[in-house]
DNA sequence: GCCGATCTGTACTGAGTCGTACAATCGCGA
DNA sequence: TCGCGATTGTACGACTCAGTACAGATCGGC
């Protein structure tokens, strides 16, 4: 059987572990690809698999009572869903679902304890790792809290493209209004303003980023801190 | 020297060690009072100790570039301040700062760091509520998206309540609007509805929780979800 | 008992967003 | 090529809350 090489690996959690971290998780990941909508973690419902994701753009939401969704996380190959696993906790109230399709490795839930319990190393760096998601949720409660809809909607556009290669982001603004919790004209209003700026040009059920600085700027320093905090414990960010 | 005794520990985290994980805490332990305004966590500075504690309330904020601060979370004798060190994190852009006067038992750093490597329970229990620190601080962002500022406002004087012996929780309008990050007179209008409702009397710096089940219905739904998590994790609620 | 600081109540205008409705446009499949 | 569903653009009134200002109430210290 072929060594898999750690220079393939996508995920850049993975590929900072040493050799032989990495090939430990390697020997009991199996690839997987990702469809839109497809569902990670069911809201209530005990956690199967970790996944380390390569490509693809996945979003942690709650329902509200109206049936309502919000965002309260991100995660692209910089991370893995599956955090409360990792804390030692078998479900969630909350519901990972594919956003923008990708591949991921996934770890069955027993095989990824065994993992961690053997793989001291491991632990540390999904812990740096479980950290900053905390970082991120907590920056969308500032968010959500003291910014107008522009700034938030920079905000999350910067943290898509991060993730995304290219800069052409498939969203529609209807979504978009979800994620922000927010009505969709508003969205559509919001996305003429950072079109207007130069920021960004927008497609149907597509958003081009063309000057990242540009929506820094509009973003009012709502972007970037969690971003920082990945850079400095983890390494360079993808 | 005397042995501590378990059924003296008010905090809820370290009463659910077996007693063996507790002793080996307590013999690092050292007992402190939080006065009003004592910073437990600066923001950017290494995290010297972690904070269990035994009574009051400490508040997680950030500052955001205006000089304005908003609350991310909130800890009282359910949990402990310093998390980011259990996930192996030096510092933390977030400021924990003594909102309630208490007391704690708090560990050096690196004595912590010892503890969990040696104490696997320990661990596990401290990422357990590691967990739910990070669902509170979630449906924060939910809430500060889709809640009004009423709702907002229940919500954060059950969570208070929570961790508060009696009825009375010590807090000014201003301090209220600066944790919910909204204007002060906005407030004072909220509290004036809650009271015409019957959850709560106000008082000059105090609000007086008369009737949770007021409160709750108040609080839209808001409030109850990390509650419900840290029950069915960790065991009896404060 | 008085004074100054703190806290609370109230008022006004404006910005931002909501909820809703409906028309225009686009793109895919028949 | 036509038609239909999905997406986007626009409008309007209503409501929440921001920002600000200031007066009254309350408390603690002298």
Redesign the interface.
């Known amino acids: 059987m072929s060594v898999p090489s750690q220079r393939f690996v996508r995920n850049t959690l993975l590929g900072a572990l040493d050799l032989r971290d990495y090939e430990a998780v390697r020997a009991v990941a199996e690839p997987v690809s990702l469809a839109r909508r497809d569902v990670l973690i069911a809201a209530g419902q005990p956690i199967t698999h970790v996944h380390f994701l390569e490509s693809g753009v996945v979003s942690e939401v709650?329902a509200?009572?109206g049936g309502?969704r919000?965002e309260?996380?991100l995660t692209g190959r910089e991370g893995f869903v599956g955090?409360?696993l990792?804390?030692?906790?078998d479900r969630?109230?909350?519901e990972s679902f594919v956003q923008i399709e990708g591949e991921a490795l996934r770890v069955e839930g027993v095989a990824f304890l065994r993992l961690i319990q053997a793989h001291d190393a491991l632990r540390?760096c999904l812990?740096?790792y479980?950290?900053v998601?905390?970082?991120q949720?907590?920056d969308?409660?500032?968010s959500?809290?003291?910014h107008t809809l522009e700034e938030r909607l920079a905000r999350w556009l910067l943290m898509c493209h991060d993730r995304v290669p290219g800069d052409a982001l498939p969203v529609t603004h209807a979504f978009l209004s979800t994620m922000?919790?927010v009505r969709r004209p508003g969205v559509t209003t919001a996305i003429h303003s950072l079109e207007g700026a130069g920021g960004i040009r927008a497609r149907r059920s597509q958003v081009e980023v063309l000057d990242r600085e540009k929506l820094k700027a509009a973003a009012?320093?709502s972007y970037g801190?969690p971003e920082r905090?990945y850079r400095r414990?983890i390494g360079v960010a993808p």
């Open positions: 709650t509200t009572p309502r919000i309260v996380n955090v409360p990792l804390l030692d906790v969630t109230p909350y540390r812990s740096l479980a950290y998601a905390h970082l949720t907590a969308t409660a500032i959500n809290g003291n922000l919790g009012g320093g801190m905090e414990l």
